[in-house]
């Protein structure tokens, strides 16, 4: 009889789970997707139209940032700081901002909630399609922003 190999993680359905059932390891992985997907979308931005850099945005980057939203819950918050860094650039390239703008006015700009607002979202919509009710879900009762300070749109 051969013993069963111990394997320090492994990837089932696109998520990655270490061998103490972390998925650490699985955030690490998808913010390098996202930036290794965002950096070649900052290379051809010139190429670009803004209609093609938002579809790729949301077909492309969004997702990564996204899938399985679920177990997210009770992420680190060292991990969470770095999705939501992640998350902020993305956000400013498709605003066409620059590095040094505060993501709050990129967000504003584009409608899109913070991250942990975006994550709980997710969760609510699934716990509600577990439970075979109507989304019933409106986003407008988040705040956009959870700045202690709204940011300064003129230096």
Known sequence: MTPIAVEP???LLGIT?????????HIINCIRKTH?????????????AQQARIALIHAYLL????????????????????LETTYH????????QPYRSHYCLSLGHL????????LLVSQLQTIGSLLYQPSV???????????????????
């Open 17 to 25: 789970i270490d061998d103490e059932l972390k998925f650490d390891l």
């Open 137 to 155: 879900l409106t986003l407008c009762h988040l705040p956009l922003c959870s700045c202690k300070e709204p940011p300064k749109l003129f230096p």
């Open 9 to 11: 993680s492994s990837k």
């Open 89 to 96: 650039k993305v956000a400013r390239f498709e605003n066409q």
């Open 111 to 118: 409608n899109w909630l913070e991250l942990p607002h975006l």
């Open 63 to 82: 997702p990564c940032l996204t899938y399985c939203s679920q177990i997210l819950t009770n992420l680190k918050s060292s991990l969470l700081s770095r």
């Open 36 to 48: 290794l997907k965002l950096g070649l979308l900052y290379r051809n931005n010139k190429f670009l």
